[in-house]
């Protein structure tokens, strides 16, 4: 009997190694995927981050040129249309400040070439995998792409242009030198006034940034 038992254990110790060996590769294997999306989760995140900063850094950007045109209503219509590209001036230099305090590099970022104003970023994580399990994946970097958009949360309407007066001598308030006004709808409304450019509201509360799909 003592021999029959020993030939057992013998038997089964193959059988006992392989099956752990078989759980701590399934083991590794599921690390292996749990790592890769929390790279890609990274990676996203920080890729959201880079498009939002580099929309709410043109969207800053705009304030000058909104200063300097008080008297021109054309270019407040077309500042608050949907179809506006967006004003000038280098935004992408924070995507890629933000990509950097989110461990992420390789960043491409170029404004949109589809009508909207925004940006869209692209990047890799930092860090590569650490682990060679799956094959191909030890070094492999997340990628990432994201889109953030500027949009009026405002509109301009335009002062009416006064009829003729019949009689020249008539004795009136002149005409203001608004040339209209901002509707929004948080409720800000505001009296576009060329002679005071300190009244101009803050851009946040004229346009708002949101992320988008490409």
């Not at 992420?104 to 682990?131: I, N």
Request: aromatic residues 6%; contains cysteine; negative net charge.
């Amino acid at each position: 009997m003592t021999g029959r038992r020993k030939a057992e254990a013998g038997q089964a110790a193959p059988l006992y190694i392989t099956a752990v060996a078989g759980v701590l590769l399934v083991a590794l294997v599921l690390f292996a995927f749990g790592e890769a999306d929390i790279r890609r989760n990274g990676a996203q995140s920080a890729a959201d981050a880079a498009a939002l900063a580099a929309a709410k850094e043109s969207r800053s950007l705009l304030e000058p040129d909104l200063k300097t045109h008080l008297t021109d209503p054309e270019y407040f219509e077309s500042v608050f249309s949907t179809s506006f590209p967006g004003g000038t001036g280098d935004a992408c230099w924070k995507a890629s400040d933000f990509a950097a305090r989110n461990e992420a590099g390789a960043v491409r970022c170029r404004p949109l070439a589809d009508g909207r104003w925004g940006y869209v970023v692209r990047l890799k994580s930092a860090k590569g995998m650490s682990t060679d399990i799956v094959p191909g994946t030890e070094g492999r970097k997340a990628e990432a792409t994201a889109v953030a958009v500027v949009e009026p949360r405002c509109a301009f309407v335009p002062v009416e242009t006064p009829a003729p007066d019949a009689d020249p001598d008539a004795d009136e308030d002149p005409p203001s030198a608004s040339i209209g006004r901002i509707h929004c709808a948080g409720g800000l409304d505001w009296s576009v006034d060329p002679e005071d450019p300190t009244l101009v509201p803050d851009v946040a509360d004229l346009f708002t940034v949101r992320l988008a799909e490409d």
